[in-house]
């Protein structure tokens, strides 16, 4: 069964930080991206990693604040933030798909969503 499953949500201060952790059973782990979606709005991209580990891509709100990366003997591939802030509030999704070109504009392409985990950035 081909699965994925994050952890690593919680409440944190603004300014704060968190690692998600995406972990993947039953294939052989693909291109995969984050994305998240907040009350009311859209899923959104937020980062995808390639198959290697050699490309990255960010959303432009995230940039410079988030940092993925994948360990492939762990099957595992995180998702580090850092100097979080309220706006970063959400449900965050991990899912795989063959690249990660365009991900932000395709987001149906991917597949074996996971359940999410919240994340909930506060004072």
């Known amino acids: 069964q081909l699965q994925l499953v994050e952890s690593g949500g919680g409440l944190v201060q603004p300014g704060g930080s968190l690692r998600l952790s995406c972990a993947a059973s039953?294939?052989?782990?693909?291109?995969i991206g984050w994305f998240r979606q907040a009350p009311g709005k859209e899923r959104e991209g937020v980062s995808c990693?390639?198959?290697?580990?050699?490309?990255?891509y960010y959303a432009d709100s995230v940039k410079g604040r988030f940092t993925i990366s994948r360990d492939s003997a762990k099957s595992t591939v995180y998702l580090q933030m850092n100097s979080l802030k309220p706006e970063d509030t959400a449900v965050y999704y991990c899912?795989?798909?063959?690249?990660?070109?365009?991900?932000?504009?395709?987001?149906?392409?991917?597949?074996?969503w996971g359940q999410g985990t919240q994340v909930t950035v506060s004072s």
């Open positions: 899912a795989r798909d063959s690249y990660c070109l365009g991900y932000r504009s395709r987001i149906s392409s991917f597949t074996s």
């Open positions: 990693i390639s198959r290697s580990g050699d490309v990255t």
């Open positions: 039953g294939f052989t782990m693909d291109a």
